[in-house]
């Protein structure tokens, strides 16, 4: 009776443990079986993190939030066994959901994205819209709308604001300049771009005109605070040198699969149910906006809260040039094949008279040896239309410094084709040809100047009456390095209502005759946004 019972124990146990699947085939399950399998979320892992650039207004930071929540796959299965009740052995059966042995898990991403204070600052509720200070803290709380403020430092004047951020090479800058009863007043209606210590060291300032200049360079006659600080915005400084605000949004691009639908099946008399995330589809997160004046980065925007007056923290000094890119061009030996080009098809004077920046990827003279002869001759001399649309396609609208290059992803140009860019940490590179920018922010006070090894070809160029003598493709002047970043994410949708405008203008050029020069000046629209 003994032996009995225990072949009985071990031979239930077997049962109970029913049937794995085989290892070659995890996902199949065997005849019988519910023929799709159900899914049973296993594991939630909440993670916060804070992906720069991430500043969002005064004080306010954007956190991503990330659940990362692992699906197993599963199938259900009939589970039989014995089962002790009463004194006796009963044979029962029974639907169970159990593991499909080494099928690959999926995992859905939820992202959620809030607003909270930058790090050293404290929520306060805001009042009203207007500003709260707080004589117990000493903060000086930006009360808007919607409570997304954090407290700031009060600063009376603009002169403690610097005091407070211990930028003591811009004081002395003032000091020499006899400029502190300026800044020291409660009522100095100016908007002051500081940049750091070292950034002042390094120039080492001579005569006191060199510092005069310096200082009329970064500060303007009027507040403005970060928020009116909006993409091509032309200011003028104190010394009348005109600055350009160029402005970068950060999406966060994730795929998401958040849809779910319920199937429901019939295994003899009794209906089972599940749940399967089938909906995948991808978002954009707007994560922050990075600022720029004239290529130096706004760090820290609205430092100080201040009754009268505005003080934006800079990574550098704003770089000055009295020249105009056609001058740069003319004047260096680097592009004297593609200033001959610009001055051939007009689009020197389209730029001289432009009341718009522009940047230039200029390629430097190596980059047409590949390109025939003949194919020149006739580009520049007979038929100027399909050299028209490759230099246009060389010139994008606003100053695109090499700092805000590294936070795109792409690049409108006057062809109204876009440019792709390859990122790394401290490289950018274009196109999939991998181009790189050989020379770096050549400052102009009309733009900036970046020159490059390879001439850049639109899509669908047509080169018309010079087609026969378009048989060799140029080639780079220069070879990229074997280690390129990886492809950037798609493009993400366009927001900007400025880019909107600029898409719609006829930016190309019209049809050039054979003549020596064209007059353009009254040709191509201006602005346009491209983030």
Not at 98 to 106: E, F, I, K, R, Y
Not at 372 to 398: K, M, V
């Amino acid at each position: 009776m003994l032996l009995y019972f225990f072949l009985l124990h071990i031979l239930g146990g077997f049962l109970v443990e029913g049937w794995h699947p085989s290892s070659s085939v995890p996902c199949s399950p065997p005849p019988g079986y519910l023929p799709l399998p159900c899914r049973v979320i296993r594991e939630l892992n909440s993670t916060s993190e804070r992906l720069p650039p991430i500043t969002y207004g005064v004080n306010v930071c954007r956190v991503l939030k990330r659940n990362l929540v692992s699906v197993y796959n599963y199938h259900w299965q009939t589970r039989c066994g014995w089962l002790y009740q009463h004194y006796s052995y009963v044979w029962r059966c029974s639907q169970q959901c159990v593991p499909a042995g080494t099928c690959s898990d999926t995992t859905t991403i939820q992202v959620s994205s809030r607003d909270q204070c930058c790090d050293g600052f404290m929520p306060r509720p805001p009042v009203k819209r207007s500003h709260l200070y707080q004589f117990y803290s000493q903060f000086f709380i930006p009360v808007v709308s919607q409570p997304s403020g954090c407290p700031l430092a009060w600063a009376s004047t603009l002169y403690r604001c610097l005091e407070i951020h211990s930028l003591t090479s811009f004081l002395t800058l003032v000091m020499i300049a006899n400029r502190t009863s300026e800044l020291n007043t409660t009522d100095a209606d100016l908007t002051i771009f500081a940049p750091p210590n070292a950034a002042i060291d390094a120039l080492n300032l001579s005569s006191v005109r060199e510092v005069e200049h310096f200082l009329s360079n970064h500060i303007l006659r009027e507040d403005k605070k970060s928020e009116r600080l909006t993409h091509n915005l032309m200011l003028q400084s104190d010394n009348g040198t005109t600055l350009y605000v160029t402005v970068v949004d950060h999406y966060y691009y994730i795929p998401l699969i958040y849809g779910h639908s319920v199937q429901r099946y019939t295994h003899g008399a009794n209906p089972y149910s599940y749940n399967y995330y089938n909906t995948h589809q991808s978002q954009y997160i707007l994560l922050g906006t990075d600022r720029y004046i004239t290529g130096s980065h706004i760090i820290n925007p609205d430092s100080c809260s201040i009754s009268k007056g505005s003080l934006h923290l800079l990574n550098w000094h704003i770089p000055y040039s009295p020249y105009r890119l056609s001058y740069l061009l003319q004047a260096s030996s680097n592009y004297s094949r593609f200033k001959t080009a610009l001055d051939a098809t007009g689009v020197t004077n389209f730029l001289d008279s432009s009341p718009s920046p522009h940047t230039i990827l200029a390629p430097v003279d190596a980059a047409f040896e590949s390109w025939p002869e003949l194919l020149w001759q006739c580009l520049l001399y007979f038929d100027r239309r399909p050299l028209n649309s490759i230099l246009l396609f060389h010139i994008a609208t606003g100053t695109e410094y090499y700092s805000s290059l590294l936070q795109r992803k792409w690049l409108a140009t006057r062809l109204n084709q876009h440019i792709q860019l390859f990122n790394t940490a401290n490289e950018v590179f274009l196109t999939s040809d991998r181009v790189p920018i050989l020379h770096r922010d050549q400052a102009a006070s009309d733009g900036v100047l970046h020159g490059i090894g390879f001439i850049l070809m639109p899509d669908n160029v047509d080169f018309g009456q010079c087609q026969p003598f378009a048989s060799v493709t140029p080639t780079p002047a220069m070879s990229p390095t074997p280690s390129m970043a990886a492809s950037p994410t798609p493009l993400p949708p366009i927001i900007s209502s400025d880019l909107n405008d600029f898409l719609s203008e006829a930016s190309i050029l019209p049809s050039l005759t054979p003549t020596p020069t064209t007059n353009l000046s009254n040709n191509g629209a201006e602005g346009g946004s491209h983030k």
